[in-house]
Every structure is written in structure tokens, then in C-alpha cells.
T-cell receptor
Framework: AQSVAQPEDQVNVAEGNPLTVKCTYS??????LFWYVQYPNRGLQFLLK??????LVKGSYGFEAEFNKSQTSFHLKKPSALVSDSALYFC???????????????FGAGTQVVVTP | DGGITQSPKYLFRKEGQNVTLSCEQN?????MYWYRQDPGQGLRLIYY???????QKGDIAEGYSVSREKKESFPLTVTSAQKNPTAFYLC???????????????FGPGTRLTVL
């Protein structure tokens, strides 16, 4: 089955410390992987994606993610967390569908990040 | 959220009533999507449309209906057949946008539906 998992419901980190949000996936073929962030009562904001190329992907607001094919992971990272990074983070993977050429996104359950001053 | 609007932001419905959620985009994207978000469950796909006058059921289409008569509009109707409609509903579109390729979905601000 094609799926994506975020093993941590919540990640707590002190401001200024490194932040890592974990994501693992299981798909057929080459994965398209995405990270989004959601603030309370708002829509999702796109952070970054991996389609092909360099395994280290840089995105918005100082975030980056590393694609690891052997471990089927796509962890989100930020070297120095800010209080304003406190939000809900979603990992997503493209799942191919027989009825259309692009497929659809399957989302993880989300990880709540809490950054304390 | 820029380029995709959803209205209303909050919606209250009595049991047994149908209600329609609006989604409009000015990004010239071909593909549009509707998701439902419940606490602790991430996003689940309700319906999607790759092109005007065509749409497909997602993972939880029962009790919902959509139309795609115009490229920029993809309204979602929550019918009385939907057993538990209280949720946060998100619309998205996918296509080429400055600084990104054609594979990225962009989301609207969402509509919170509450059944009284």
C-alpha cells in the first residue's frame, strides 16, 4: 500500500535549537514528496518539495529537507527554530491513480511543532 | 493562501440541510481539489478535477457533490446524506506558479463548517 507516516504527534524544541520533523513514505516508483505548514484556522502553506535531483531541498522560511531513498524518508529540518515556527506540519506524497495522469496527494497525520522561548 | 479564495470562512448548518462551499482561483490552474480536515487525521481527499467539466471521487466522496463548469471555480456541496459533516474544508489547486513547477498544490484559507 502507498502511504506516508509522521511518527511524532508533537515535537517540542527550544528557540534557537535545531528542529527536525520526521516523515517516512511507501510508494511505487519514484516519489514526489512535499512539506506544508498550517497555522491555526488557516490553509496549508507550501514549504518545499522533492521531485528529482539533489537530495537536499531548500525551501521557504529557512527550512530544508533531505530525501533518503534507502531509508524512504524525507525529514524536514531547520538549523535554528523560532517561536513563530510553532505550527502544524504535514508531509505528503504523490500517489499515482489509474484514472488520471498526475495522481493525488496522500497526507500524513501531521506533527505539531511547539517552540518555546 | 494567495490566489485561492474560499467562502464563507465560517458556516453553520442545521441537520438535514444541504450547503455549498465556494472555491475560486485566479492562478489559471487546471486541477482543483477538495479536502476535509479533522483533528488528528490529516487531510482526506473528497473530490478532484483535472479539467473543466470533469471530476473524480476521492477517498471520502459519499455525501458530497461537486461541479466544474468554469476553470476558476470548483464548488462543493455537502448534502444531508453526509453523516458527520462538521469539519474544516480546504480547497486547493495545482499548476505552474512563479518559482515552482506544475506539481505543487496551493491551498485556500478554508471553510469551517459546523452542524448544529
Amino acid at each position: 500500500a502507498q502511504s506516508v507516516a509522521q511518527p511524532e504527534d508533537q515535537v517540542n524544541v527550544a528557540e534557537g535549537n535545531p528542529l527536525t520533523v520526521k516523515c517516512t513514505y511507501s510508494v511505487s516508483g519514484n516519489p514526489y514528496l512535499f512539506w506544508y505548514v498550517q497555522y491555526p484556522n488557516r490553509g496549508l502553506q507550501f514549504l518545499l518539495k522533492y521531485i528529482t535531483g539533489d537530495n537536499l531541498v531548500k525551501g521557504s522560511y529557512g527550512f530544508e529537507a533531505e530525501f533518503n531513498k534507502s531509508q524512504t524518508s524525507f525529514h524536514l529540518k531547520k538549523p535554528s527554530a523560532l517561536v513563530s515556527d510553532s505550527a502544524l506540519y504535514f508531509c505528503a506524497v504523490r500517489v499515482l491513480a489509474p484514472t488520471d495522469s498526475w495522481g493525488k496527494l496522500q497526507f500524513g497525520a501531521g506533527t505539531q511543532v511547539v517552540v518555546t522561548p | 493562501d494567495g490566489g485561492i479564495t474560499q467562502s464563507p470562512k465560517y458556516l453553520f448548518r442545521k441537520e438535514g440541510q444541504n450547503v455549498t462551499l465556494s472555491c475560486e482561483q485566479n492562478l489559471n490552474h487546471d486541477a482543483m481539489y477538495w479536502y476535509r480536515q479533522d483533528p488528528g487525521q490529516g487531510l482526506r481527499l473528497i473530490y478532484y478535477s483535472q479539467i473543466v467539466n470533469d471530476f473524480q471521487k476521492g477517498d471520502i466522496a459519499e455525501g458530497y457533490s461537486v461541479s466544474r463548469e468554469k476553470k476558476e471555480s470548483f464548488p462543493l456541496t455537502v448534502t444531508s446524506a453526509q453523516k458527520n459533516p462538521t469539519a474544516f474544508y480546504l480547497c486547493a489547486s495545482r499548476g505552474r506558479t512563479s518559482g515552482s513547477g506544475p506539481d505543487t498544490q496551493y491551498f485556500g484559507p478554508g471553510t469551517r463548517l459546523t452542524v448544529l
